[in-house]
């Protein structure tokens, strides 16, 4: 029998934080050897702990006691029990272990090589042939569920054995055997790319007892290894009942944050008992539950919290952290860090951001979309990119330094001309031309799109009959493509990324992303670049570019803690910190602990027969988090929400049942009550953020015309239509109709009320003009009002505008076909056109005198009609649904009053 004589574990407690005891032992246990009284030598230790956050929090403790007591030290190797298992084996120079992307293309090349009737018992509907995205997605559901079953030292053919001593599960055991052959088909696969599976390595490794390390392990606060990896380690710890080895010769050591006694509730590497911890009751008291609602409320709630502890004095060193914010859910951070800079309070985001909420992330998605669409509309939002912007403004500065023939663009005023053509003209895909009066009017906006169609001619044909969408190059050659063009947008990021020396001193932490970002980015495009061309997949340029961004979008881009601030990290961060207070948001169900029951292979039954990690282990590991967070720090709350980010209800946390049944009702009662969060708000003090009015009425001063006001804006004449809007408010009538400020709306998709009415203003005036025009025949008069409205909306509209403004065609079609039989019956009467569009303004002295003072007029007269008899009639057309008097007549107390003055100005 075998025993582990050379494990070792130590008991430090849980009445302070691990770290501080960790660094203690190696400080009284493991310090200077005698003749080396200043030297602290720690190297020949490989610490683990399991996040990288008590990793870096560690090593600052180990510098700060060797400057403390003027050592040099020497430090360990210290690493992640995710990154363990590698470092348990040796391996020849050769073997290369295959990464995430290569395993996942593995299993797609042996997915799409089994027939399609065989893989019907575990994927019955199958995507396309060439829709790669869908694929690969399949491809790593495999990969993952092989990948959880190799961390429990379990393969597809252990489950399928499993399942055999069930004759009801005959069905599902076929699932797995197939899974099995896939699996084999994989190792193939990587074989021919000369690549081997890390997991298949190391349970090679662990059946050919090979496991060993060369340095002294050290286990810190490894609450939660994996089979996988205790059997490895096992194998290193163990030793013959009969060997008489050194007793001294210890290859673990495990250091535990419990008591002596609790030795039962942990294996000998630290990693809990489940069936012990589940059990547990942590030491919690109803005064550290907060009430809240939702994520809002959630954050309210803490900002109450940090507020009413903010004068607390903390026993600690001015770069550490006197307040943690735990989160069970990333969904709670921006609430959190919105709400504590409203206190004025700075966060860290332990956490990391997304590649996505980076400059580089945003433009890679933006693109990604504007390349499978190709729309004026997916143009403009990746023109609205402050780094395209700002590549855009340096080619163009570039071209005229050159001596461009190309006429200068005023400004950055590009942008406004292309919004405008989005807004008045509704353009949709790029390549359906558009027309001459369309590119008279904006042609920055043709400029710009000619500039960004050149510069991602890369990603489209070269020297080949295919072009376009149906343009196929391998995975590797995308991601080329990418890389070169992103080295366009950022030429400066791109020369310090591939600096080794560190970056130039950045102030901004934004900044600082944006170039961890990039220099992440290109490290991922430089590895996607080096494929193997077994694993490498031919695809178009949308889907490569979407599979290359899924790759990038994957990863977190963290940032350097600045001193002072508010730490946010996750749930699996908070058992190992060591700061003096802590608050946890959202201790909900399902946040934690996470269910696994729903997982479609291995449900929660299934996972319990074959002895994997199951919905009872990470209750226990959550309970021993949840009780070194409590006894190990003086200030605690647990903030419970109702509901979460998307609204729907929360539960509270199944860690609050870990007590007696009478102070589970307790505190479900409290948190449940329905006044429980007006309570909570009259028991704090108020919180004074920052946009809280400091004054009960707005001092915004409205500008004036005082001295020194342009004379060239005095207002010597007003449209006929302009009236209402200065009758309505004179300010705002200032700024559009003097000063010439209007919003612009790019992103509607359908025509405004004025510009449909300016559509059939203007096919009404072409036929006023044409040589029908005093037909009386209704067929020719629709003919000709038709013809005219096809002129129009070609000229202004294009070929194929937005959908929803060709139904708006045809519903001007409709109308003019009635204004066509009216027109007929109207000239009938002995009415002809006989002008259209007729203007008077200043240069024929119209106007209203006021005050002795005369006010010039501008007027548009949408058609003057005159009868045989002499008599002349002004037709003024509106297309809006109200009556004209409801239009420009309102009632009011004293009767009734003109608001639109336009009709009473004609008379």
Partial sequence: MKTLKRCRTLFLGWDRPLLWSAVEYLRTKQGPAPGQPNRWQLDHFLVVLPTRRSGRRLRELLERTAARDNLGLLAPQIITAGELPEYLYSRTAETQLADELERTLAWTSALQQTDPARL????????????????????????????????????FADVATELAKDAAMASEQMRWELLQSLHDQYIDSLTSARRTDPFLSRHAAITEKRCQCERHILLIGTSDLSDAVGVMLRQIGQQSDNNNSDPNDIAITALVAADEHYRDHF???????????????????????????????????????????????????????????????????????????????????????????TPIGRLIELLTNHLSQSTWQSLAALLRHADIYDFIERTLSQRQAEGSDDKPLDDGRWLVSVDKLLAEHYPTRLEVPLTHKMIAMHGPAVTVANLVKESLEGFHSKGDSQSGHDHRRPLSYWASELKSWLSRIYPRETAEADEESQSPQIESPAQRRAL????????????????????????????????????????????????????????????????????????????????????????GGLRTRLQMSDNERRLGRDIYALQLILSTRRFVRLIVGRTGVDGSPTPPSRLLAAAESSDVARRLVRLLDDHAIQRRNEASAPVQRSWDPKIKKTQLPIPTIGQ??????????????????????????YLRHVLKLSPIDDASRELAANQFGDLVHNSLEIFGNSAEKDSKNPNEIEAAMLAALDEYASAYLGASPA?????????????????????????????????????????????????????????????????????????????????????????????????????????
Avoid at 120 to 131: G, H
Avoid at 561 to 582: H, R
């Fill in 803 to 907: 959908p929803a403004v060709k139904l708006q065609i045809e519903q001007a079609r409709q109308r003019l076909r009635h204004v066509a039989v009216r027109q007929a019956e109207w000239r009938s009467l002995g009415w002809h056109i006989w002008k259209v569009e007729a203007s008077v303004g200043e240069k024929d002295n119209a106007g209203i005198d006021v005050d002795d003072k005369r006010m010039l007029i501008r007027g548009r007269f949408d058609r003057i009609d005159r009868h045989d008899d002499g008599r002349w009639a002004i037709l003024d057309y509106k297309t809006h649904g109200h009556h004209p008097r409801k239009k420009h007549i309102e009632k009011t107390v004293d009767g009734f009053r003109w608001v639109e003055l336009q009709l009473p100005i004609y008379r």
């Fill in 120 to 155: 019907a018992p575990v994927f019955p509907v199958l995507p396309q042939r060439d829709a790669w995205s869908a694929w690969i997605e399949l491809a790593t559901t495999i990969r993952k569920l092989h990948e959880d079953l190799a961390s429990s030292n379990l393969s």
């Fill in 708 to 733: 020194g006001f342009d004379a060239d804006r005095d207002i010597k004449a007003m449209s006929v239509t302009s009236f209402a809007a200065y009758l309505a408010c004179p300010y705002r009538f």
């Fill in 516 to 603: 961890i970002a990039i220099r992440g980015c290109w490290k991922s495009l430089d590895r996607l670049k080096s494929l193997d061309a077994s694993l490498d997949v031919t695809v178009s340029v949308g889907a490569g570019i979407d599979l290359v961004a899924g790759r990038l979008l994957d990863q977190r881009v963290g940032d350097s803690q600045s001193p002072g601030v508010i730490q946010i990290a996750g749930w699996l961060d908070l058992a190992l910190e060591d700061s003096p207070s802590m608050a946890v948001v959202g201790l909900n169900h399902p946040y934690v602990p996470e269910s696994i029951t729903a997982d479609p292979f291995l449900p």
């Fill in 267 to 357: 294996d000998a590497f630290g990693s809990i008992i489940a069936s012990r911890w589940s059990q547990w009751r942590p030491p919690l008291d109803d005064s550290q539950l907060v009430p809240a609602g939702d994520v809002t409320d959630q954050a309210a709630a803490l900002s109450q919290w940090v507020e009413e502890i903010a004068n607390e004095t903390f026993q600690v060193e001015p770069k550490d952290v006197a307040i943690t914010v735990g989160v069970t859910n990333e969904s709670l951070v921006p609430p959190i860090e919105f709400e504590l800079r409203q206190i004025g309070k700075k966060s860290y985001r332990e956490l990391g951001w997304n590649f996505s909420q």
